[in-house]
C-alpha cells in the first residue's frame, strides 16, 4: 500500500511512478483525442440516384429522412459509448499504471537501494568490505565500482595513518629510554651536585614521564582503532569499576574529591580485560582531573532488559556546552584553562575510550551537565550466557 510515509522515505521511486504515469496517462489522452477526432465527423447521406422514373413520392421522401436521422442518432450514441469506454478504460488504466510503475520503479531502483544499504553498514572499522555489484556493465555497476574504488582508497589512508601512530610511538620508546637513563646516571654520580642541576634532571625526568604516558596513550588507541583485542575473555566491569576507584582513592582524597560507586548484581562483558580496565581508569582520571575543589564523582555500571551494560561515569567542574562536551573524544582536544592547567594527562583518555568502546561494539556518549560538569555513559553488549566468566 502506497501510504506517505513510504512515499517520503522513497522519493526518487515516487519520482519515477510520477513520470510513468504522467507518460502513460498523456499517451492515452493523445489516443482518445485522435480517436474523438477521426470517428466524430458527421455521417452524409448521398441523395438516390434520378434513374428516370420520375420523382420520389411523398411517403418515401418521409421515409428517407427518418432513416436518416435514426442514422445519425445513432451514430452519436456509438461515438458517445466509444468515448465513455475509451475514457473509462483510460481511467482504470491511470490506476494500473501507478501500480505499475512503483513497481517498475522498484526494479530499477533495487540495485541502489542495495548499494546504498551496504554503504552504511561498512564503517571505519570495516573498510575492506566492498559493494562487488554484479550484473552488465551499466551506469549502476559503473557506480558501485566508483564506490568501491574510494573505499580502497580510504582504507589504505587509514591503515597508513593507524601504523604509523603504532611504529612512531614504539620506536620513540628507545630514545626516551635513553635519555631516562641518563638523567638517572647523572643524579646517581658520586658527590655533591649543583641544586641547579638536580632541578633540570628532575623536570626533564618529569617531562619523559609525561611523554612516556603520551606514547603509551598512542599505543593503545592504535590497538584498539586496529581493533586488536588481546585475550579476550568475559570480565566483570563492575569489578574493574570498583577497583579502579580503589586504586585512585589517595588521589581522589588530595583533590578533595567525594567519590561514590553503584552497582547492581555482576555485570559482565566480553573483551580484552586490559583494554576494558584502560577504558574504566581513564573515564576515572578524566573525571577526577577535570573537576572541581571539593568536588564529586559518582561512577555506575548496570544492564538493562536489551542485554546492554551502561557504565556511567559524572563528575562535577567545569560548565560546558553540548558541542564542546562533544568534541572531547578527540584526541588532545581540550576545552577550557581548567582542563589544562595542572594536568598531567596525555590530552587521549577520552579518544582512548571511544576507541576501545567501538572496538568491542559499543558507544561512548558525552553529555554536558546543567550544573556544570560532565557525563560520559559507555554503553557495551552484554556477555552471552555460553560464555564462561573468568572474573
Not at 458527421?42 to 428517407?64: C, F, H, L, M, W
Not at 592547567?341 to 551537565?369: F, K, P, Y
Amino acid at each position: 500500500m502506497l501510504t506517505p510515509s513510504v512515499l517520503r522515505r522513497s522519493s526518487v521511486r515516487w519520482q519515477f511512478t510520477t513520470l510513468y504515469s504522467t507518460l502513460f496517462v498523456a499517451s492515452g489522452a493523445t489516443t482518445l483525442a485522435v480517436v474523438g477526432l477521426i470517428a466524430g465527423g458527421s455521417v452524409d447521406v448521398a441523395p438516390a440516384p434520378d434513374n428516370g422514373t420520375g420523382p420520389v413520392p411523398p411517403g418515401a421522401q418521409e421515409r428517407i429522412a427518418s432513416l436518416e436521422h435514426q442514422l445519425t442518432e445513432a451514430h452519436t450514441q456509438q461515438m458517445h459509448q466509444l468515448l465513455l469506454g475509451l475514457a473509462v478504460g483510460l481511467t482504470v488504466m491511470g490506476l494500473v499504471s501507478v501500480v505499475l510503475g512503483w513497481y517498475a520503479a522498484g526494479r530499477v531502483l533495487h540495485p541502489l537501494r542495495a548499494m546504498t544499504a551496504a554503504t552504511r553498514r561498512i564503517s571505519a572499522d570495516s573498510l575492506h568490505e566492498r559493494l562487488a555489484v554484479q550484473g552488465p556493465r551499466d551506469e549502476l555497476r559503473n557506480l558501485g565500482d566508483t564506490i568501491d574504488g574510494l573505499l580502497a582508497r580510504l582504507e589504505g589512508a587509514f591503515t597508513a595513518q593507524r601504523r604509523f601512530v603504532a611504529d612512531a610511538s614504539h620506536e620513540l620508546r628507545t630514545p626516551l629510554a635513553t635519555m631516562r637513563a641518563a638523567v638517572d646516571v647523572t643524579l646517581a654520580k658520586p658527590g655533591p651536585l649543583p641544586e641547579q642541576t638536580r632541578m633540570l634532571a628532575g623536570r626533564v625526568r618529569a617531562e619523559l614521564d609525561q611523554v612516556d604516558r603520551l606514547l603509551d596513550g598512542l599505543l593503545t588507541l592504535a590497538r584498539a582503532q586496529h581493533g586488536v583485542l588481546p585475550g579476550s575473555e568475559t570480565v566483570r566491569l563492575d569489578e574493574l569499576a570498583a577497583e579502579a576507584l580503589d586504586e585512585r582513592a589517595d588521589a581522589i582524597a588530595r583533590r578533595g574529591l567525594t567519590a561514590t560507586h553503584e552497582s547492581g548484581s555482576a555485570v559482565r562483558v566480553y573483551g580484552s580485560r586490559t583494554l576494558l580496565r584502560r577504558l574504566v581508569q581513564n573515564l576515572v582520571d578524566n573525571a577526577a582531573q577535570h573537576n572541581e575543589p571539593d568536588g564529586w564523582l559518582r561512577v555506575a555500571v548496570h544492564a538493562d532488559s536489551d542485554a546492554l551494560v551502561h557504565l556511567v561515569v559524572d563528575n562535577g567542574g567545569l560548565a560546558l556546552t553540548q558541542d564542546e562536551a562533544a568534541q572531547l573524544v578527540r584526541p588532545f582536544r581540550r576545552i577550557g584553562a581548567e582542563r589544562t592547567r595542572g594536568s598531567d594527562g596525555s590530552g587521549l583518555g577520552l579518544a582512548i575510550v571511544a576507541a576501545v568502546a567501538e572496538a568491542h561494539g559499543g558507544t561512548l556518549e558525552l553529555h554536558a551537565r546543567s550544573g556544570g560538569g560532565l557525563r560520559a555513559t559507555v554503553t557495551l553488549p552484554q556477555a552471552g550466557g555460553n560464555q564462561e566468566a573468568t572474573a
